[in-house]
Nanobody, 122 residues
């Protein structure tokens, strides 16, 4: 069973940037697509970005397109989310997971990690 550890969150002012990391222990990371998700208080968890196993295919939700960049380093079993031009609406707990299906956002491989809190506020 792969374990996921997200990090890099924090408090940032609107317009600021953060880089999130998700480290995966165990085998299997390099052969699966990965997704970054977020869950704001009182809202459902949503997929914001996904990347194929080799990093060739990438998708973003409309809400983050042009501001966030997903990348991965299979040698380090790590996926990243560079977040620029942050807005208060980006405030949420951010999670990563492996995706069983490119087209099914919540068909994931592993148990969820603890997530990392991102708060965008002045």
């Amino acid at each position: 069973q792969v374990q996921l550890v997200e990090s890099g969150g924090g408090l940032v002012q609107p317009g600021g940037s953060l880089r999130l990391s998700c480290a995966a222990s165990g085998s299997g990371f390099s052969i699966v697509a990965m997704g970054w998700y977020r869950q704001a208080p009182g809202k459902q968890r949503e997929l914001v970005a996904q990347i194929s196993n080799a990093g060739i295919n990438i998708n973003y939700s409309d809400s983050v397109k042009g501001r966030f960049t997903i990348s991965r380093d299979n040698a380090k079993n790590t996926v990243y989310l560079q977040m620029n031009s942050l807005k208060p609406d980006d405030t949420a707990v951010y999670y990563c997971n492996g995706k069983r299906s490119w087209y099914n956002d919540f068909d994931v491989w592993w148990s969820w990690g603890q997530g990392t809190q991102v708060t965008v506020s002045s």
